[in-house]
């Protein structure tokens, strides 16, 4: 599983580093401490890519790779670039569908890991909203199947539309809450997949994010979500 995961995302950095080599960019690899400003000498960013007066800090991960003392770094992290003219921070996410599989064997996120997570995506929807919206689906995701447990839901798939729909059929969803769900799903997929949307804003994100807030507390209240 780790190896796997440190491939995926390997992968998907040096697709990055094509990407920006090609656009003119100069590409460092897990730069060494005399490649990096003195604001970040305390971390270790996967690439720095620099142009002229731009400069990049991209960190890569994929969701198997993301934990609470993950998440806590990417802030800080986020927050050290953004103080500073002339740099960016950039987050990227591997496909969660590329380690759907391996993510079964190792069980869904629980509760308290989603609101932690969804910390760091409320963070990156300011500059990110492209990284900001897979990162806030997958969190969306795993609520709606505590949501189906808490429940006891018996379903065929957790497919994100099947599950969408039979929480609405049941009714632990109200019909304004589905319809976002819809349109972020709708927006989330667009992204993934490598098309553009213009629909996609920061307000779109928030408020998944809240939704997400507002589905986890009915684990709480035992009431129906809406």
């Known amino acids: 599983m780790a190896t796997s995961t440190a491939n995926l995302e390997r992968e998907r950095l040096l697709k990055l580093a094509e990407e920006y080599r090609e656009k003119g960019y100069e590409v460092f690899f897990h730069p060494?401490?005399?490649?990096?400003?003195?604001?970040?000498?305390?971390y270790r960013p996967d690439m720095i890519v620099r142009r002229g007066?731009?400069?990049?800090?991209?960190?890569?991960?994929?969701?198997?790779?993301?934990?609470?003392s993950s998440n806590q770094y990417l802030s800080n992290l986020a927050k050290a670039v953004e103080k500073h003219p002339g740099w960016r921070f950039e987050f990227v996410m591997t496909?969660?569908?590329d380690i759907m599989y391996s993510l079964k064997a190792e069980g869904s996120l629980q509760e308290h890991e989603i609101e932690s997570q969804l910390q760091v995506a409320r963070q990156l929807t300011t500059q990110h909203p492209?990284?900001?919206?897979?990162?806030?689906?997958?969190?969306?995701?795993?609520?709606?199947?505590?949501?189906?447990?808490k429940e006891e839901l018996s379903l065929e798939g957790f497919d994100p539309l099947y599950l969408i729909n039979q929480l609405?059929?049941?009714?632990?969803?109200?019909?304004?809450?589905?319809?976002l769900l819809m349109n972020a799903l709708l927006l989330r997929n667009?992204?993934?997949?490598?098309f553009k949307t213009t629909q996609l804003t920061?307000?779109?994100?928030?408020?998944?994010?809240e939704l997400t807030e507002q589905l986890l507390r009915t684990l709480h209240t035992g009431d129906e979500a809406g």
Not at 53 to 68: C, T
């Open 32 to 42: 060494n401490l005399e490649d990096l400003p003195d604001f970040l000498k305390t």
């Open 53 to 68: 007066e731009e400069n990049v800090v991209i960190e890569v991960k994929s969701r198997a790779s993301l934990n609470s």
């Open 95 to 97: 496909n969660p569908e």
């Open 130 to 149: 492209e990284s900001a919206i897979l990162y806030s689906w997958s969190l969306v995701e795993a609520t709606l199947r505590l949501i189906t447990e």
């Open 168 to 179: 609405a059929t049941e009714g632990v969803i109200s019909k304004s809450e589905y319809q």
């Open 190 to 194: 667009a992204i993934a997949h490598g």
């Open 202 to 209: 920061q307000n779109s994100v928030y408020e998944l994010i």
